[in-house]
């Protein structure tokens, strides 16, 4: 077993960690999947690309034999937490998932939760300026969407944009002023996100709570099965103190 502590990033709270462990004097190695072109990388050495699935990431794990990985991935990355879980198991690896909570709704909000990308389609399909941030996967879903979309996005989406689309290419932290402003640029009546967390992203909410305008917000996917998962940074820091790296450890070859 090496010293080294394995950070599925992607995230603020994974900047965050790495950071902090950085600090410490622990070997970390944050990755990310590569998804975005141009990432905020986290302090400290930086693995870009997958692993090859589950079975790819359980052979680096077999390389390397990290003490611990902390999956702070995307609450909608499921594949990636999936194989994490996966792998993990395979070797007995020390996994943790660190996810952000939910957002709660707020008195004033008008908010119909749903299962998928198709769903939250359905469900704006009678509204005529929908505002819709949910990422640039997976927009293929709302491509027959007929009148207005504004749709936001730190990358141009791969898949079919709607008919009447246009296209923000932009990244948070957005301010509530900010949104207002754009909302009432674009005459939005609905918006569409994925119930992400956090705060870079959540002045929209507060925007439509103001506004009087619906949000349809996807649901996360579930949790792999036994997967140990704290909700902030701290929480992760007491985890990881917990499995102290072994005495001379070293990664095997």
Not at 11 to 39: F, H, I, M, N, Y
């Amino acid at each position: 077993m090496s010293d080294q502590v394995l950070v599925l990033g992607g995230t603020g709270e994974a900047r965050r960690l790495a950071a902090a462990l950085l600090a410490d004097g622990v070997d970390v190695l944050s990755s990310l999947a590569g998804r975005v072109a141009d990432p905020v990388l986290p302090e400290g050495p930086v693995r870009i690309g997958g692993f090859g699935g589950a079975d790819g990431l359980a052979a680096w794990l077999a390389e390397h034999a990290p003490r611990a990985v902390v999956d702070a991935t995307h609450p909608f990355a499921a594949r990636i937490t999936a194989h994490a879980a996966q792998a993990a198991a395979v070797h007995g690896t020390p996994l943790l998932r660190l996810q952000r909570p939910g957002w709660t709704a707020q008195p004033g909000d008008s908010w119909r939760r749903v299962d998928s990308l198709a769903a939250a389609a359905e469900a704006v399909t009678g509204y005529r300026s929908v505002f819709l941030t949910t990422g640039r996967q997976g927009i293929g879903a709302f491509a027959a969407l007929p009148g207005r979309v504004l749709v936001r996005s730190v990358d141009p989406p791969d898949e079919p944009l709607p008919a009447g689309a246009t296209l923000l290419l932009d990244r948070g932290p957005f301010s509530v002023a900010d949104e207002l402003a754009l909302m009432g640029e674009h005459a939005v009546d609905v918006v569409v996100t994925k119930d992400s967390g956090g705060h870079l992203t959540e002045a929209k909410l507060t925007a439509a709570r103001e506004l009087g305008i619906p949000v349809v917000l996807v649901r996360r996917p579930p949790l792999p099965a036994g997967v140990e998962t704290v909700a902030t940074v701290e929480e992760a820091l007491d985890w990881l103190r917990l499995r102290p790296p072994a005495a001379g450890g070293r990664p095997r070859r």
